[in-house]
C-alpha cells in the first residue's frame, strides 16, 4: 500500500462545524503489475474472469493513549471483469470492465493505466461533527487494508497501512 494521505479542509474547528476529511491510498506491488491486458487475455482464457479487491477502512484520532474511532470501519468491494470487446477504440480484444463497490454503472477504462486507477486506487471523503471529538488537540490518521484471493494470475494476498497523524484542533 503506497501514498496514504489524510487531509481536512483546515486545522482548526469550532465545536458547531464539521471536519470535512479526505482519505486516500494507491495499492501498489503485484497485483498492480499483473493487472495488464496481456495477462486479462491469460485469465480470460483459463475462464478465471473476475478480479474481487475487499478493503477495509477506517478513520481515527488520537489524544494521549485513547484512540477513537470517528466514522466506523467501512469495508467494500470492488471487482473488475475481464470480457471480449467490440469496441474498435480499445486497444485490446479482452478488456477489463471495473465494478464500483457503490453498486453504480460499471466502468469501462481507456487506457491500461485508467483501468489500474479505477480498480486499484482509492478515495473516500468523510463529515464528522467537530463536537463529537471533542474540544483540544487532537491527531486524526486513516488505515487502510485490502486483500484479494487467488486467481491464475495472482496468488492470495493482501496489504495495509497507516496514514501519518494529522494534528487539528477543536474550540
Given amino acids: 500500500m503506497h501514498d496514504l494521505r489524510l487531509q481536512t479542509d483546515k486545522r482548526s ?8 476529511i479526505n482519505f486516500s491510498f494507491r ?14 487475455t491469460v ?11 475487499t478493503y477495509r477502512t477506517m478513520i481515527g484520532t488520537r489524544r494521549g493513549v485513547t ?3 470517528l466514522g ?24 477489463a470492465m471495473i465494478i464500483p463497490e457503490d453498486g453504480g454503472p460499471p466502468l469501462i477504462p481507456k487506457s491500461v493505466e485508467d483501468a489500474k486507477a479505477k480498480m486499484l486506487d ?17 491527531g486524526l490518521f486513516g488505515s487502510a487494508e ?15 497501512g497507516r496514514s501519518k497523524p494529522m494534528v487539528i484542533a477543536v474550540e
Fill in 13 to 20: 474547528y469550532s465545536m458547531e462545524e464539521n471536519i470535512k
Fill in 122 to 138: 482509492f478515495t473516500m471523503n468523510l463529515d464528522v461533527p467537530a463536537s463529537s471529538v471533542g474540544p483540544g488537540n487532537h
Fill in 27 to 40: 495499492i501498489l506491488g503485484g497485483l498492480r503489475e499483473s493487472f495488464h491486458p496481456d495477462v486479462w
Fill in 72 to 95: 466506523g470501519t467501512k469495508k467494500a468491494v470492488r471487482k473488475a471483469s475481464f470480457y471480449w470487446s467490440r469496441d474498435p477504440d480499445l486497444p485490446y480484444r479482452i478488456w
Fill in 146 to 160: 485490502a486483500s484479494w484471493g487467488r486467481r491464475s494470475f495472482i496468488e492470495k494476498g493482501g496489504v495495509s
Fill in 67 to 69: 484512540a477513537k474511532n
Fill in 43 to 53: 485469465a480470460w482464457e483459463d475462464y478465471d474472469k473476475i478480479l474481487r479487491l
